[in-house]
């Protein structure tokens, strides 16, 4: 998994650290990188768990199918994750129900 430049995963708490690694293991599946474009900088809804250092935003290639990306990270996170296809971007956050 790639890291745009600027963007620092440095403070991301525990859960979602963990999370990370098993995100990556799609692009090994997948043979495509998958960038991680957003955690606590830059623009965020108001209560955004960016800010709490429990979401990141993941940018996946034009090429990958993405519906298919998004119900296998689902899948691997499990029930504590919210996964949320957005435009151009998959927002990813910890928080447990």
């Known amino acids: 998994m790639l890291v745009k ?3 620092d995963i ?5 859960e979602i650290r963990r999370a990370l690694s098993t995100i990556n293991s799609i692009h ?4 495509y ?3 991680i474009t957003s955690t606590c900088e830059g ?9 709490a250092n429990d979401a990141v935003d993941i940018r996946y290639p034009k090429k990958a199918n993405k519906d ?5 990270i689902r899948k ?5 994750y919210d ?12 928080d447990p129900k």
């Open 5 to 7: 430049a600027g963007v």
């Open 10 to 14: 440095s403070r991301l708490n525990r």
């Open 28 to 31: 090994l599946l997948e043979q």
């Open 33 to 35: 990188e998958l960038i």
């Open 43 to 51: 623009n965020h809804s108001a209560g955004s768990l960016h800010y």
């Open 68 to 72: 298919k990306t998004v119900k296998k």
């Open 76 to 80: 691997l996170l499990g029930p504590d």
């Open 83 to 94: 996964v949320v296809p957005e435009k151009d971007h998959i927002h990813i956050e910890y």
